[in-house]
């Protein structure tokens, strides 16, 4: 949440066509009693994408896969790994992990009401969870309801003790467990998350698994995306330079602040794009001081590139 914004699909659909993108966790009471379009609203390059659900109303959560399905969405994803306070006071998340039975009724009321598919994001599992039989039968509860897809974060939820963040960095990962997954359900589609920083380690985990998920990789060091297409689609390649992605953001920034956008709601998801490259930290101080000017637009990201392109003797495909 507050990461996956539209703003920081667009970024990365400019590295890669053929990843499938998950929107933030919208929970179902946002969209029944908030502003749909803000939370549901995206750019047409974004597909495929998946909304990603936070909710336990199986009537709540049909209503809310409909409007997906209505606006265009290529899939429904139901959070069932994410550890918050927040999200444990609401009744869905991690927690549901204890529930599955709910789950599995969660999943058969949105199949009922809509065609495209419904899959669930989880951890190993959570607190009291110590075996591999109950991950196991959880996944095979929840896929009575109809669910073919569980992408599994390889760490268990800590409700009690830790924060978000430390739950996605102290329960330690058990890759195995996610393997052992697949081998108990060769029919199901099997995702695995958690930890995994580089493409050798996902063309690794594709021997054992059918999909692999990053999250924070992603996000800090989003170059990384620029291979995936051909490495792990056969496909080509949409980007062949950083300069040549900055060039096609300024469009898509000029085209946003003429809509009442704020510079910075772009800015801050493309600071890692220089990630460990000569000039990368000029970069990322040109755009965090450029995005607060009150006449910034899409000039301050090609100046932020000049000071990479000058500086380190590139040659500048601004000029």
């Given amino acids: 949440m507050d990461w996956t914004d539209r703003h920081c699909r667009h970024f990365w659909r400019q590295l890669t066509h053929r990843s499938r993108l998950y929107t933030e966790m919208v929970t179902t009471g946002a969209l029944l009693h908030g502003d749909v379009d803000r939370h549901l609203g995206y750019g047409s390059a974004e ?4 909304l990603q659900l936070g909710g336990s109303s199986p009537q709540d959560l049909a209503h809310c896969a ?15 790994g994410c550890p918050s ?35 669930v994001k989880q951890r190993i599992g959570i607190d009291h969870q110590e075996s591999f039989e109950e991950l196991r039968d959880f996944v095979g509860t929840v896929a009575e309801g109809g669910c073919h897809v569980f992408i599994v974060h390889a ?31 060769p029919h199901l589609t099997i995702v695995l998350n ?31 995306l620029s291979t995936v297409d051909s490495r792990l689609f056969g496909a080509e390649d949409p980007a062949l330079t950083r300069e040549s992605v900055i060039v096609k953001l300024s469009t898509y920034v000029d085209d946003y602040l003429a809509n009442g956008g704020r ?6 998801h493309i600071l890692g794009l220089f990630h460990q490259q000569p000039g990368g930290r000029l970069f990322r101080r ?15 990201l090609l100046a932020a590139l000049a000071e990479v392109t000058q500086r380190h003797g ?4 601004v000029e």
């Fill in 47 to 50: 597909h495929p994408l998946a």
């Fill in 66 to 80: 409909q409007m997906a399905e209505t606006r265009g969405y290529d899939e429904v994803n139901l959070n069932c």
């Fill in 85 to 119: 306070d927040r999200v444990q006071n609401g009744r869905f998340g991690a927690c549901l992990m204890a529930e599955p039975k709910l789950v599995r009724d969660c999943v058969a009321a949105m199949r009922e009401v809509v065609d495209i598919p419904v899959t």
């Fill in 155 to 185: 760490r268990k939820a800590w409700l009690e003790g830790l924060s978000p963040k430390q739950n996605r960095e102290i329960p330690p990962l058990n890759y195995e467990w996610v393997y052992a997954l697949k081998e108990q359900f």
């Fill in 194 to 224: 958690g930890g995994i920083q580089s493409l050798e380690e996902c063309e690794q985990h594709l021997t054992k698994v059918d999909g692999v998920m990053l999250g924070r990789a992603a996000y800090q060091t989003p170059w990384l």
């Fill in 263 to 268: 510079l910075n709601h772009v800015t801050r």
């Fill in 286 to 300: 040109a755009l965090s001081e450029g995005a607060h000017l009150i006449d910034a637009d899409g000039k301050v």
């Fill in 314 to 317: 590139k040659k500048s495909v």
